[in-house]
Nanobody, 122 residues
Framework: QVHLVESGGGLVQPGGSLTLSCAFS????????IHWFRQGPGKEREFVGR????????SYADSVKGRFTISRDNAKNAVYLQMNSLKDEDTAQYYC???????????????WGKGTLVTVSS
């Protein structure tokens, strides 16, 4: 079955950068759109962005537009979330998730990683 594993989380200062990775296995990677969600302390899980099966089209939440970039490498079965100009409000557990459709509702996505924690603090 499909498995997703996030990595790259850690502590970063406001204004800094961090890149998260999502490794995919157990299925045909090219069949799945990859979504990123996050859940901050005491907050609801929210959509961050997504990339289509080819890596040609991306979409982002307004809160991260211009700062975050999603890419994928189908040869490596991997997706990346590059985060720049990080803010305190970006502190959250970040999850990658796979679905055959591009969606923003978490309940519609069948496959999830365990998440990786990003803490933005001085």
């Amino acid at each position: 079955q499909v498995h997703l594993v996030e990595s790259g989380g850690g502590l970063v200062q406001p204004g800094g950068s961090l890149t998260l990775s999502c490794a995919f296995s157990g299925g045909t990677f090219r069949d799945y759109h990859i979504h990123w969600f996050r859940q901050g302390p005491g907050k609801e899980r929210e959509f961050v962005g997504r990339v289509d099966v080819w890596g040609d089209y991306t979409s982002y939440a307004d809160s991260v537009k211009g700062r975050f970039t999603i890419s994928r490498d189908n040869a490596k079965n991997a997706v990346y979330l590059q985060m720049n100009s990080l803010k305190d409000e970006d502190t959250a557990q970040y999850y990658c998730a796979a679905a055959v459709r591009l969606v923003t509702q978490a309940v519609a996505i069948p496959y999830w990683g365990k998440g990786t924690l990003v803490t933005v603090s001085s």
